[in-house]
């Protein structure tokens, strides 16, 4: 639910433009989680991410889709 409402209202802010500006999400803790499953499902398809200490630890509410970007991340950089 908060990634749909994060989406419509990035496509709202961008309904504003004339011309389509440069996307940069960023996002803290589960901010920084919800920025990066708008990113990577390119719902939006942002020029950048800032990702701030991005809640993608597994823990008992994690998602398995949480656990897949955890683990993507890891390949992506490994001595992170």
């Known amino acids: ?3 749909e409402q ?3 209202f990035v496509k709202f802010i961008l309904g504003k433009y004339e011309k389509e500006p440069k996307i ?3 996002g803290m803790s ?3 989680s919800t920025s990066f499953k708008i990113a990577i499902e390119k719902r939006i398809k942002p020029d950048g991410c800032i990702l701030l ?3 993608l630890r ?3 509410m994690s998602a398995p889709f949480m656990k897949k970007v955890g ?3 890891g390949y992506l950089f ?3």
């Open 24 to 26: 940069f999400f960023s």
């Open 78 to 80: 490994p001595k992170l």
């Open 58 to 60: 597994e823990n008992y």
């Open 30 to 32: 589960f901010g920084g």
């Open 1 to 3: 639910h908060v990634v």
């Open 53 to 55: 200490n991005p809640a």
């Open 71 to 73: 683990k993507m991340i």
């Open 6 to 8: 994060a989406e419509a």
